[in-house]
């Protein structure tokens, strides 16, 4: 990085090609991504015209008779991706924690690239084991859950139903087993970034050295942190493969997660190819529009989020 | 020992207690399954596989045809995305300091890189499936390139940020002009570091599979015109493991163990790569 970017008074033919070449190059992908927002929007525009607004609370699905809504997607992809965030925090917390504090180098290293090397398998795996090995398992646990947490007031109707296995439960603990390596792999990095300066001085204070986690790295790298999950959320609101074996694939919506359900990318996955009447497929675009949109949020949040640790640094090294 | 100290001894401990307890029950399940994959993989694994084309259920077969259209897919994808992605990022660490565009562009590539790739699917669906009329595998090989590109220009951009600007003075001072000098001398400091994105970028891409299943659609036969739908290896393990068939499943588990594999590989490749760079 130079101060000025152009290297001699007068910048050479092969310059101004190679710049202009590198500077379409950097438009075309803020072209794609506007891209990708146009087109959805554009095509499905016939189903919100012809249903409105209420097709973000509608229920109906009935491809026979061409009416569409998308409540009962929107809310499965909502419910799966919080029991997903619900598990999956607490549990990367911990393993960041002990890879960047507890572990000593040697195993936390390791433990740490294994962590994201495991990150790196497709999410098609995570489905499979899911359908093959999980969920013929759970299935086991379900009566012993229905009978004792079920009966529980309040809670307890979330917790009963017919034991299958698969359903809106299993669906958001294999998304959480997914995100969880990612958004430890995030936190490690981000807790990696606090000066070592902060914490020794609380240690020279007498701190505990999970006093030291709580009120001097977690309090540095909170907004950080925060980010990281909402990347994990961002990818587990749009997660499709690891959904789609485990989620039932049923138009329904029960007070009970043991039943199936649906989300919006487990339904694109399974109906789009098979979407027959113009209006069938442009609903299951705009269910495809909403996802975007929700996933735009969130990701655009992370991204402010961890770029509030990057400019402290920043700060911090001048 | 005074009933203070005593407290802040145990919630010291048990936080870490519970942190280890945690991090061993995650790798414990992550370990699981890839000792799944591992399993039923090897069980299916014979030469059959590469040799023959996805069967009817019931049928010997293999995933030849399979393998073959996710290589061609995978490979346009990589054709169309690394010059793409090496010139965007060239342009945010070399042509853009202090203006506006360069973190403009670094902020929407961020967003690109973790948008589902199932709405990136759609997106390619849209724009090409559409007007065309008909599934093909240049719509794949799109959606693919648009999940591959980001990642390149992220890690571009990063390592040639990374390039001690000495080392641009001194090829400017020698009177090289501004892309002699980042083409012979920046891209030459950085190029571990690129390739390294580029392999990661590989590896994500290829167990993609949302996206190519109303893209590529599926062939059972063998095929290589991407103008038609193809097979792919992902789409392929996705309908057999799907399948009610116990050959089918297996194999998807087998097609499984060679994707994981793969992609375990390029890892580790990316990670030497990088560390072989940052040792010298």
Redesign the interface.
């Given at each position: 990085?130079?101060?000025s970017?152009?290297?001699?008074p007068r910048?050479?033919v092969?310059?101004i090609?190679?710049?202009s070449?590198?500077?379409?190059?950097?438009?075309?992908?803020?072209l794609?991504?506007f891209?990708?927002a146009v087109?959805?929007l554009?095509?499905s525009l016939p189903a919100f015209q012809h249903f409105g607004w209420s097709f973000l609370w509608t229920g109906t699905w009935d491809p026979v008779r061409d009416l569409f809504g998308g409540w009962i997607p929107i809310a499965g992809t909502l419910i799966s991706s919080a029991i997903a965030l619900l598990i999956a925090v607490?549990?990367?917390?911990?393993?960041a924690?002990?890879?960047t504090s507890?572990a000593p180098a040697w195993l936390g290293r390791p433990?740490g690239?294994?962590?994201?090397?495991?990150a790196?398998?497709?999410?098609?795996?995570?489905?499979?084991?899911g359908?093959?090995?999980f969920a013929p398992l759970f299935a086991k646990a379900e009566p012993w859950i229905s009978a004792h947490i079920g009966t529980l007031p309040y809670l307890g109707v979330l917790f009963r139903g017919p034991p299958m296995g698969i359903g809106m439960l299993t669906a958001g603990l294999i998304l959480a087993?997914m995100v969880?390596?990612f958004i430890?792999s995030i936190m490690r990095d981000v807790f990696a970034v606090v000066p070592p300066m902060l914490k020794e001085s609380a240690y020279a204070l007498g701190a505990?050295?999970?006093?030291v986690?709580r009120h001097v790295v977690l309090a540095y790298t909170r907004s950080a942190v925060l980010g990281g999950i909402f990347?994990g959320l961002?990818?587990a609101?749009?997660?499709?493969?690891a959904v789609t074996?485990v989620i039932g694939n049923a138009h329904q919506l029960s007070s009970s997660l043991l039943k199936p359900g649906n989300s919006i990318?487990a339904l694109?996955?399974n109906e789009?190819?098979e979407a027959s009447s113009p209006l069938y497929q442009s609903s299951l675009?705009a269910l495809?529009f909403i996802?975007?949109v929700m996933?735009?949020v969130i990701?655009?949040l992370?991204?402010l989020l961890l770029w509030r640790l990057e400019t402290a640094q920043g700060k911090a090294g001048l | 020992m005074n009933a203070l100290y005593a407290r802040?001894?145990f919630?010291?401990f048990f936080?870490?207690g519970?942190?280890?307890?945690?991090?061993v029950?995650?790798?414990v399940?992550?370990l699981?399954?890839?000792w799944?994959?591992l399993r039923?993989g090897f069980s299916a694994l014979n030469l059959q596989l590469f040799r023959m084309d996805t069967p009817a259920p019931g049928n010997p077969g293999g995933l030849r045809n399979a393998f073959v259209g996710s290589l061609l897919l995978v490979g346009l994808a990589v054709l169309a995305g690394t010059?793409?992605?090496i010139?965007?990022g060239?342009?945010?660490?070399?042509?853009?300091?202090?203006r506006r565009?360069g973190g403009?562009?670094r902020?929407?590539?961020?967003?690109?890189l973790?948008?589902?790739?199932?709405?990136?699917g759609?997106?390619a669906?849209?724009?090409v499936v559409?007007p065309m009329g008909h599934?093909s595998g240049w719509a794949g090989a799109v959606a693919l390139a648009?999940i591959f590109?980001?990642v390149v220009?992220r890690t571009t951009d990063e390592m040639l940020?990374l390039v001690p600007?000495s080392l641009?003075?001194a090829a400017?001072a020698l009177g090289?002009?501004?892309?002699?000098?980042?083409l012979r001398v920046t891209y030459r400091a950085a190029g571990a570091g690129i390739l390294t994105g580029i392999l990661?970028a590989l590896?994500?891409i290829?167990?993609?599979?949302?996206p190519l299943?109303?893209t590529v659609?599926n062939n059972q036969f063998w095929s290589t015109d991407l103008g038609k739908p193809i097979a792919s290896l992902?789409v392929a393990?996705?309908q057999f493991?799907?399948s009610p068939y116990a050959d089918l499943?297996a194999l998807?588990?087998a097609g499984?163990l060679v994707?994981?594999i793969f992609?375990?590989l390029l890892?580790?490749a990316a990670?030497y790569v990088l560390y072989r760079s940052q040792r010298s």
């Open positions: 990085m130079l101060a970017s152009s290297g001699s910048p050479s092969g310059d090609f190679f710049r070449l590198a500077g379409f190059a950097a438009l075309f992908v803020l794609v991504l891209g990708v087109a959805l554009w095509r607490p549990l990367a917390y911990g393993v924690l002990f890879v507890l433990v690239s294994a962590i994201e090397l495991l790196a398998i497709p999410s098609i795996i995570y489905g499979m084991w359908l093959f090995v087993i969880l390596p430890a505990t050295p999970w006093e986690q990347l961002g990818r609101l749009g997660e499709t493969m074996f990318a694109l996955a789009f190819a675009l495809g996802l975007f996933t735009l990701l655009i992370a991204r | 802040r001894r919630w010291n936080h870490f519970m942190a280890m307890l945690v991090t029950i995650g790798l399940v992550l699981w399954i890839t799944t994959t039923f010059p793409l992605g010139l965007a060239t342009f945010l660490a070399e042509f853009s300091q202090g565009i403009v562009v902020f929407f590539n961020d967003i690109l973790s948008a589902p790739s199932i709405v990136i759609l997106f669906y849209s724009v559409y599934y648009i590109v980001p220009l940020r600007g641009r003075e400017l090289a002009p501004y892309w002699t000098m980042i990661l590896a994500r290829s167990g993609e599979t949302a299943i109303f659609l992902p393990i996705y493991a799907m499943q998807a588990w499984a994707t994981v992609i375990l890892s580790l990670r």
